[in-house]
């Protein structure tokens, strides 16, 4: 018999959304992997709970402490897992855990509660029988470019986490790529005292001073009434190769304008003829 990983949801911000189950699991987990230990201890001294052991999990250590969990899974005890605040693994460390976990043959299960994505999603207004989640964007160069790309061309809601000294940079690449006129959903300081949630489209959008952490969520391209044909899609990209777009670009360019996804429009523009062989021929 094995331990069991538990995966525990813990508030976002109100303390009196922690589940009795939460409390209960914390208590008797052997390990609590935590993002910051003086934070989780402080919840942990808020609900009188005291953990037999905390150990850091973090970007840097999930890593190496994947072993530690198996060890201590092996031998019976239960771990829980718990980030910062909100459920582990989406945007948070836990996902290394659960796959070693896993590999290993123990059980994993949840304790779900608090998570900010479905709490901003649920109160924008905005379609939410599909969505994605997005999490934070890449920070800078072509991997920021390439993800702001395929937003630009989801159809699904979208779902964006941003910190306070971006939020501003983000909102303004957004509003060039996707359109003024797209719907947005801009909350904070969710379950706080202060929480806020803004309804606007993205031209119209105003902030005050930004202040504690965002979720973004952003409506779904709209999808156009006319057919997209392979040949409507080559013909776009000889367009954008004729600029003198790399073949890379042009496929970026193609897919944001007719909303199709990027791999489809690269898989093509591939095949098509490069401005050098276009303008010897």
């Known amino acids: 018999m094995t331990g069991t990983l538990w995966l525990v949801a813990t508030p976002i911000g109100n303390l009196g959304d922690i589940t009795p189950r939460a409390r209960e699991t914390l208590e008797k987990a052997a390990l609590v992997c935590c993002e910051d230990t003086r934070r989780t201890g402080r919840l942990l001294q808020h609900l009188g709970v005291t953990a037999q052991t905390l150990a850091v999990c973090n970007e840097h250590t999930e890593h190496r402490l994947s072993e530690r969990v198996v060890d201590e899974l092996a031998a019976g005890h239960d771990v829980a897992v718990v980030s910062d605040a909100g459920t582990p693994g989406i945007s948070d460390p836990g996902?290394?855990?659960v796959l070693a976990a896993i590999d290993a043959g123990a059980n994993v299960s949840a304790i779900p509660g608090a998570c900010a994505?479905?709490?901003?999603l649920i109160t924008s207004g905005l379609p939410t029988e599909r969505f994605?989640?997005?999490?934070?964007?890449?920070?800078?160069?072509?991997?920021r470019t390439d993800r702001l790309t395929d937003i630009a061309a989801e159809h699904r809601t979208i779902v964006l986490y941003e910190a306070p000294h971006r939020i501003v940079r983000t909102l303004a690449e957004l509003?060039?790529?996707?359109g003024g006129d797209r719907q947005i959903s801009v909350s904070r300081e969710l379950t706080k005292l202060h929480e806020e949630t803004i309804r606007s489209t993205l031209a119209e959008l105003r902030l005050a001073q930004p202040r504690g952490e965002y979720v973004i969520v952003i409506a779904g391209r709209p999808r156009e009434r006319q057919t997209i044909t392979e040949e409507s899609i080559r013909?776009?990209?000889?367009?954008?190769?004729?600029?003198?777009?790399?073949?890379?670009?042009?496929?970026a360019d193609v897919a944001r304008r007719l909303g199709i996804p990027r791999r489809q429009a690269y898989?093509?523009?591939?095949?098509?003829?490069?401005p050098q062989e276009m303008n010897t021929s």
């Open 235 to 251: 013909s776009a990209l000889e367009e954008a190769l004729s600029r003198g777009l790399s073949r890379r670009d042009a496929a």
């Open 267 to 274: 898989d093509l523009v591939i095949q098509s003829p490069s």
């Open 117 to 120: 994505a479905i709490s901003a």
């Open 175 to 178: 509003t060039k790529i996707c």
């Open 132 to 143: 994605v989640m997005e999490g934070f964007l890449p920070r800078r160069g072509q991997e």
């Open 95 to 97: 996902e290394r855990l």
